[in-house]
């Protein structure tokens, strides 16, 4: 299969265009490194550095004629979305317009795009959301992503294209950048690694559900084959089901990873929600996905790679 995959130089993409290669696809990578590394694609992927607002676009579909996208190109965080809420739009409505019309033009099959489930359901009080609650985003950065799905279901409607949505949960693991996609779990090893205390917003008992980034990469490879319906796009919640308070997400990491400081409480942040917990039954049911890795073990091989990680860096300096 002919996949290309926007955004693949990222944290979650480029873990997705390594799955995408072993399982013998043929894959093309855009990215245009803003917050992505070159050291992550694989040297199989066919790489065009460039914006996916860019004109160009088009012209790397028409050479590559993809049978499917993998859309995960984004500005990824809420709180620059809040800070800039027109260059948010930008990135995520505009630019994802492009790639669904360069899709469209050039006879893509499949667009899969990676949508938040943290974000988008807004805030919630009873039970995990399943991909039926309403829709309440409080952050630009959540606004943007329904509005692409929305734009991506005018596609699928309007021109047959097959359309299918992944609403993450919070991923998180092996490449997760501290810095340019501000993951909890990125900053805070991050933080221990350099011997600062980790920051923790409001009073740490919001509750988020975490998943594995290898959980997350098996769904996208569901995702190329799963059937989906003539009359609707295929959403798809990609979560563990599992409340986890940031208190006690700590609580975990400091086990793993024995840090000589410990956290310490700020304000709390604007756009943050309170609770964040998805229902991942209907990807059970559907799309035969499951996560697989439960969150001790996740952080213990995340806390693993970062460790690796830094001391491969600080051999490269010396």
């Given at each position: 299969m002919r996949i290309l995959i926007t955004g693949g130089a990222g944290f979650i993409g480029s873990n997705v265009t390594d799955a995408f290669l072993a399982a013998g696809h043929d894959v093309a990578v855009v990215d245009d490194l803003s917050s992505g590394s070159a050291d992550n694609i694989a040297p199989r992927a066919r790489v065009y550095r460039v914006d996916i607002r860019d004109a160009a676009l088009d012209g790397i579909f028409a050479e590559e004629r993809p049978e499917v996208v993998c859309h995960h190109a984004a500005q990824v965080s809420v709180r620059r979305s809040v800070e800039a809420p027109q260059a948010d739009a930008e990135i995520n409505v505009l630019g994802s317009l492009n790639v669904f019309g360069a899709a469209r033009r050039h006879g893509t099959r499949r667009l899969v795009f990676a949508s938040t489930g943290g974000a988008i359901y807004g805030e919630q009080t009873g039970p995990p959301a399943d991909e039926t609650h309403p829709c309440r985003p409080r952050s630009p950065y959540a606004v943007a992503k329904l509005a692409v799905e929305?734009?991506?279901?005018?596609?699928?409607?309007?021109?047959?294209?097959?359309?299918?949505?992944?609403?993450?949960?919070?991923?998180?693991?092996?490449?997760?950048?501290?810095?340019?996609?501000?993951?909890?779990?990125?900053?805070?090893?991050?933080?221990?690694?350099?011997?600062?205390?980790?920051?923790?917003?409001?009073?740490?008992?919001?509750?988020?559900?975490?998943?594995?980034?290898?959980?997350?990469?098996?769904?996208?490879?569901?995702?190329?084959?799963?059937?989906?319906?003539?009359?609707?796009?295929?959403?798809?919640?990609?979560g563990t089901g599992r409340a986890t308070t940031v208190n006690a997400l700590w609580r975990v990491i400091e086990a793993v990873a024995r840090p000589t400081v410990g956290a310490y409480y700020?304000?709390?942040?604007?756009?943050?929600?309170?609770?964040?917990?998805?229902?991942?039954?209907?990807?059970?049911?559907?799309?035969?996905?499951?996560?697989?890795?439960?969150?001790?073990?996740?952080?213990?091989?995340?806390?693993?790679?970062?460790?690796?990680?830094?001391?491969?860096?600080?051999?490269?300096?010396?």
């Amino acid at each position: 299969m002919r996949i290309l995959i926007t955004g693949g130089a990222g944290f979650i993409g480029s873990n997705v265009t390594d799955a995408f290669l072993a399982a013998g696809h043929d894959v093309a990578v855009v990215d245009d490194l803003s917050s992505g590394s070159a050291d992550n694609i694989a040297p199989r992927a066919r790489v065009y550095r460039v914006d996916i607002r860019d004109a160009a676009l088009d012209g790397i579909f028409a050479e590559e004629r993809p049978e499917v996208v993998c859309h995960h190109a984004a500005q990824v965080s809420v709180r620059r979305s809040v800070e800039a809420p027109q260059a948010d739009a930008e990135i995520n409505v505009l630019g994802s317009l492009n790639v669904f019309g360069a899709a469209r033009r050039h006879g893509t099959r499949r667009l899969v795009f990676a949508s938040t489930g943290g974000a988008i359901y807004g805030e919630q009080t009873g039970p995990p959301a399943d991909e039926t609650h309403p829709c309440r985003p409080r952050s630009p950065y959540a606004v943007a992503k329904l509005a692409v799905e929305h734009y991506l279901d005018y596609f699928r409607a309007t021109f047959g294209l097959e359309a299918v949505v992944l609403r993450y949960a919070n991923v998180y693991g092996p490449r997760q950048d501290p810095h340019g996609e501000a993951g909890v779990v990125a900053i805070f090893m991050q933080r221990i690694l350099a011997g600062l205390a980790p920051t923790i917003f409001g009073d740490g008992e919001q509750v988020r559900d975490f998943v594995y980034v290898e959980d997350v990469v098996t769904a996208n490879l569901a995702a190329l084959r799963v059937a989906t319906p003539r009359d609707e796009t295929a959403i798809f919640n990609i979560g563990t089901g599992r409340a986890t308070t940031v208190n006690a997400l700590w609580r975990v990491i400091e086990a793993v990873a024995r840090p000589t400081v410990g956290a310490y409480y700020e304000p709390v942040r604007s756009g943050d929600v309170r609770r964040s917990v998805l229902d991942p039954s209907r990807a059970a049911r559907l799309l035969g996905w499951r996560p697989a890795v439960g969150l001790e073990e996740g952080l213990a091989r995340t806390w693993a790679w970062f460790v690796e990680h830094a001391g491969r860096k600080a051999a490269e300096a010396a």
